[in-house]
């Protein structure tokens, strides 16, 4: 009787041992399910005011509609078309540049909002203008049809990884093509 007791024991310490990587295994058919959800997919951001240009002066004077393809290999491809201010209907494109960037899905991340996103790690292929801007990094988040990505707070200036992104804004986002 006495065997049997250490051996059911023992059976159970080795259960219990081998339960603790679920969570990792969990984790990684997250990873995997996003990775999914966005390989082969196409995104459009609506008409907006477009605020990134590096120059002060070029700050505000354009509206953008940007289009985003993603591949099976999470290569990305934007098209930004570029409006006047004018134009906030996205009518009359002035002209376009075409960035493209691989993303690696890192860790999942809690951003300030509360929002379960990933991290993501964006590596600058091509640009239109021909600079070489570095790695940025990064949230995405899907929910359902639309796509999120982080943006700067505070000292989380995307420009490490120890400073990456770490809020989104629900008010911006893409919203996926469906053919």
């Keep these: 009787m006495k065997n049997l007791t250490i051996t059911i024991a023992l059976s159970s310490m080795f259960l219990f041992s081998c339960g603790g990587s679920d969570g990792d295994t969990a984790t990684e058919t997250s990873k995997s399910d996003s ?3 966005l390989s082969n997919t196409s995104w459009e951001k609506e008409c907006s005011p477009y605020n990134k240009l590096s120059s002060d002066e070029l ?3 354009w509206n953008v509609k940007i289009k ?5 290999s999470l290569k990305s491809t934007y098209r930004t078309e570029f409006f006047h201010p004018t134009d906030t209907e996205c009518d009359s494109m ?3 540049t075409l960035d ?3 993303f690696e899905i890192t860790d999942k991340v809690i951003s300030e909002e509360s929002i379960e996103a990933y991290g993501l790690n964006k590596t600058f292929i091509y640009n239109s203008d021909n600079s070489d801007p570095p790695p ?3 949230l995405i988040y899907i929910d359902s049809e639309k ?3 982080g943006q700067k707070s505070d000292s989380n200036l995307g420009k490490t990884p120890e400073t990456r992104h770490s809020s989104i804004s629900l008010d911006d986002y893409f ?3 469906i053919n």
């Excluded at 985003?68 to 099976?72: E, F, W």
């Design 59 to 61: 700050k505000g004077l």
């Design 35 to 37: 990775i999914v959800k």
């Design 94 to 96: 002035m002209f376009d």
């Design 68 to 72: 985003l393809s993603i591949d099976s």
């Design 147 to 149: 796509l999120y990505f």
């Design 175 to 177: 919203s996926q093509i």
């Design 136 to 138: 940025s990094y990064t």
């Design 100 to 102: 493209i960037s691989k």
